[in-house]
């Protein structure tokens, strides 16, 4: 679904990723871990196109999407979860979902407001309120849910479990497994590799915007001087 050749993105005259290269097929869940700073949040942006590469391909279901607006990113299906969430504070949660919607697409799961209060029963509960009234926990679940009433085809989730409680750290697990239930790409940027683990069948570890491991979690788990390497603190 999704095949990024060799890419190099800057900020200014930074230069954040050094020909990163990397595929995900339709129906995973991937990792993508790393320290602080070794480049995860510029990844998801350069495939959005939020950040552009100088340089490489972002393939996506066959078209290459380097150069083109971020709009009509989202309109070729794929959805991002931003880690700051930026909901819209003055909205409710109904009106926070409305703003998300996007018509049905091809392949690619259909989601109704119920079925995401079934999925984010703390939702259904507060639909109306506004999301200045939520927890961070609550304004995680909601940005997830408006994402997905784009119904798309490849989601980007950046540090879901990050500055949130334990026990909704565990229902944050329980929903990724659910969207992968459903047929979801899903394609996750993560320091805690607990939760990493949980949900995603493998793992890219980069670091100083390189690739310095693929494969699977047994994988890992098999050459611990990888583990310390690149994501020991």
Same mark, same amino acid.
């Given at each position: 679904?999704?095949?990024? &050749?060799?890419?190099?993105?800057?900020?200014?005259?930074?230069? @954040?990723?050094?020909?990163?290269?990397? =595929?995900?097929?339709?129906? &995973?869940?991937? !990792?993508?871990?790393?320290?602080?700073? !070794?480049?995860?949040?510029?990844?998801?942006?350069?495939?959005?196109?939020?950040?552009?590469?100088?340089?490489?391909?972002?393939?996506?279901?066959?078209?290459?999407?380097?150069?083109?607006?971020?709009?009509?990113?989202?309109?070729?299906?794929?959805?991002?979860?931003?880690?700051?969430?930026?909901?819209?504070?003055?909205?409710?949660?109904?009106?926070?979902? &409305?703003?998300?919607?996007?018509?049905?697409?091809?392949? !690619?799961?259909?989601?109704?407001?119920? =079925?995401?209060?079934? @999925?984010?029963?703390?939702?259904?509960?507060?639909?109306?309120?506004?999301?200045?009234?939520?927890?961070?926990? *609550?304004?995680?679940?909601?940005?997830? !849910?408006?994402?997905?009433?784009?119904?798309?085809?490849?989601?980007?989730?950046?540090?879901?479990?990050?500055?949130?409680?334990?026990?909704?750290?565990?229902?944050?697990?329980?929903? @990724?497994?659910?969207?992968?239930?459903?047929?979801?790409?899903?394609?996750?940027?993560?320091?805690?590799?607990?939760?990493?683990?949980?949900?995603?069948?493998?793992? @890219?570890?980069? &670091?100083?915007?390189?690739?310095?491991?693929?494969?699977?979690?047994? *994988?890992?788990?098999?050459?611990? *001087?990888?583990?310390?390497?690149?994501?020991?603190?």
């Amino acid at each position: 679904m999704l095949n990024v &050749e060799g890419i190099h993105s800057y900020y200014g005259k930074a230069h @954040i990723l050094n020909g990163l290269s990397f =595929q995900i097929g339709r129906g &995973e869940v991937v !990792a993508l871990l790393g320290r602080n700073g !070794a480049g995860k949040s510029t990844t998801m942006k350069s495939v959005l196109q939020l950040v552009r590469p100088r340089t490489g391909r972002v393939m996506f279901q066959g078209t290459d999407l380097v150069g083109a607006p971020a709009f009509r990113v989202a309109k070729a299906g794929i959805g991002y979860v931003p880690e700051d969430r930026r909901i819209f504070t003055d909205l409710t949660v109904m009106e926070n979902l &409305e703003v998300g919607r996007q018509p049905r697409r091809d392949g !690619a799961p259909t989601w109704s407001v119920e =079925q995401l209060f079934d @999925i984010f029963p703390n939702l259904a509960e507060r639909r109306n309120n506004r999301g200045k009234h939520m927890s961070g926990g *609550e304004q995680q679940m909601l940005t997830i !849910a408006r994402t997905l009433m784009g119904n798309p085809l490849l989601l980007l989730l950046d540090e879901p479990s990050e500055g949130i409680a334990p026990v909704i750290v565990e229902e944050m697990a329980n929903t @990724i497994l659910k969207l992968k239930a459903e047929g979801l790409t899903v394609m996750i940027s993560e320091q805690n590799l607990h939760f990493a683990r949980a949900v995603a069948d493998r793992a @890219i570890i980069i &670091e100083g915007g390189e690739k310095k491991f693929d494969g699977s979690f047994a *994988e890992l788990e098999a050459h611990p *001087e990888i583990r310390d390497a690149y994501l020991s603190v």
